[in-house]
């Protein structure tokens, strides 16, 4: 297989690494495993354009991309409409997706078990178009996100420290609107405090990650209002894994679902992936089942 590696240098973990010296490493892994590899460091601002070009490449079966969940995301949506085959390598401070395709969270390890993985197919989600890997969310996850972009931080830790200091911030005054929802079984009405919508449902781990990827159906999860108190036991519960216990979360399963949220200020956000949108008055979120081509690591690697 021919593949083309593209690293974002400016990801939490590459950016403290010898690139060109991983670069050869990774050249030889693949060599090994029989593939062809060529890699190429490119700062965050081209990491986008440079997977565009590979993604139409007839020279290139597939595309391996290494960054955060943002970049992930966003090579997946290349990805599936280009009909190329990608894979993950773990270099951001979460790794959500690569988690869920049970990619080992060392990316020298993540190396050796993509060059001998197999090539199969999960599932994608959209939010109005929009294809996403891990989560679309409102309320409390995008103003953490806003908060937090707000800070400086110049590594994986100082990204995770910053976490928690916006964690903090948000508790202080935790949002609270109203939102209207179909999911095919009638419109329902809510005042809540956040809302998450996962590719595929939620497992109960401390890092809450997709069970599987195909399963074809959305994971949904509404946060109730919340005091600051609430909001922080809410935000314990999920670090320990045991969020879905908690009296304010509600979850359903669903292969598409309608938001409606009828007092929407324009100054508001949702979250894909980790990066920060506008958000619209009505969200259309569906599931694409089986709609991405990826590398599924090798297990004995």
């Not at 990774?26 to 062809?36: L, S």
């Not at 195909?214 to 999920?238: K, Q």
Request: net charge neutral; aromatic share 4%.
């Amino acid at each position: 297989m021919r593949v083309a590696a593209i690293l974002n240098r400016d990801s939490g973990t590459l950016r403290t690494m010898d690139l060109d010296a991983f670069c050869a490493e990774a050249m030889a892994v693949f060599a090994e495993a029989g593939h062809e590899l060529q890699c190429h460091v490119v700062s965050g601002s081209d990491v986008l354009a440079t997977i565009e070009r590979f993604s139409v490449d007839p020279d290139v079966d597939a595309m391996i991309a290494a960054g955060g969940d943002g970049t992930i995301s966003s090579a997946a949506a290349i990805a599936h409409r280009t009909g190329k085959v990608l894979g993950v390598l773990p270099a951001g401070t979460m790794n959500l997706f690569a988690r869920a395709l049970g990619v080992p969270p060392d990316i020298r390890r993540a190396l050796h078990a993509v060059a001998k993985g197999t090539v199969g197919q999960v599932d994608l989600a959209t939010a109005n178009n929009q294809p996403f890997v891990h989560q679309f969310g409102v309320g409390i996850h995008a103003r953490l996100v806003r908060i937090r972009n707000g800070m400086v931080y110049r590594s994986r830790v100082g990204k995770m420290l910053a976490s928690l200091r916006a964690i903090a911030a948000a508790a202080i005054n935790p949002p609270r609107f109203e939102v209207e929802f179909e999911d095919g079984s009638g419109r329902q009405k809510r005042m809540v405090s956040g809302i998450a919508v996962s590719n595929n449902p939620l497992d109960d781990g401390p890092v809450p990650v997709a069970q599987r990827l195909d399963t074809g159906r959305l994971g949904v999860y509404f946060a109730g209002t919340v005091t600051t108190g609430e909001l922080i036991s809410l935000v314990i519960d999920v670090l320990v894994g045991r969020w879905r216990a908690n009296p304010q979360v509600t979850e359903l399963e669903s292969e598409s679902l309608v938001l409606h949220f009828p007092k929407r200020k324009r100054e508001v956000h949702a979250v894909i992936d980790g990066e920060l949108i506008e958000l619209e008055r009505d969200v259309e979120l569906t599931i694409l089942p089986l709609a991405l081509s990826v590398i599924f690591p090798a297990k004995d690697a």
